[in-house]
């Protein structure tokens, strides 16, 4: 497709079950960012790709998230032993090349509601 | 730790007036800056961008102004259209590295 695209675009799910949220960026983006809103929020950064670099993790908040982005292309988040307060919208971006002089361009997200 | 911040959680503008949205940054390495506006249920998308070499850049009804040593952005609309109403971002990066974006700012433009 022309965009970023993610699925699923919601998901209700009950706490403590894991949960698995996939972007596919536009083909030749070498760079691949989730980002989470919390109701009322801004957008909070979670982990960014480049390339074949290692990824920058540091915005997970906590061991149970982690993502991986296979043949630098589609990446999954999965979430495990989901809690109530990991309900939020993910977004996924990617961007052609890293930080400057790149903008980014967003999927619409994936709605997470944990009950 | 917000490196981003925009203080302004909303804002009304009549019709034909100016919007003017402000942000204000922490970290003095960002050299690149971009306004992102967010329709409910929708991602966000690109509005305009600024490189820290430059202090103004301008698209259409779209203006954005940069003051690096107040470590501060704006967004100026105008004319403002009903249209123009969402939730702007400002955006930071350092060249290579990931993008911080600030806690928007919602804007209501009424006829």
């Known amino acids: 497709g022309a965009g970023v695209s993610q699925s699923p675009s919601n998901k209700v799910t009950e706490k403590g079950k894991d949960v698995e949220l996939r972007c596919d960026p536009i083909?030749?983006?070498?760079?691949l960012y989730w980002y989470r809103q919390s109701l009322g929020q801004g957008l909070e950064f979670l982990i960014y790709?480049?390339?074949?670099?290692?990824?920058?993790k540091s915005g997970l908040p906590s061991d149970r998230f982690s993502a991986e982005r296979t043949g630098g292309s589609v990446s999954t988040l999965t979430i495990q032993r989901t809690q109530q307060e990991d309900s939020a919208v993910y977004l996924c971006?990617?961007?052609?090349?890293?930080?400057?002089?790149?903008?980014?361009?967003f999927g619409e997200g994936s709605r997470l509601t944990v009950l | 730790d917000q490196q981003v911040k925009q203080n302004s959680p909303s804002l009304s503008v009549q019709e034909g007036r100016i919007s003017i949205l402000n942000c204000d940054y922490t970290n003095s390495m960002f050299d690149y800056f971009l306004w992102y506006k967010k329709y409910p249920a929708e991602g966000p998308t690109f509005l305009i961008s600024i490189s820290s070499i430059k202090d103004k850049n301008e698209d259409g009804r779209f203006t954005v102004f940069l003051n690096k040593s107040a470590k501060h952005l704006s967004l100026h609309i105008v004319p403002s259209q009903p249209g123009d109403s969402a939730v702007y971002f400002c955006a930071a990066a350092n060249t290579g590295n990931q993008f911080y974006f600030g806690t928007g700012t919602s804007l209501t433009v009424i006829p």
């Open positions: 790709f480049q390339g074949n670099s290692a990824p920058d």
């Open positions: 083909s030749g983006h070498t760079a």
């Open positions: 971006a990617s961007s052609q090349r890293a930080g400057g002089l790149g903008e980014l361009f």
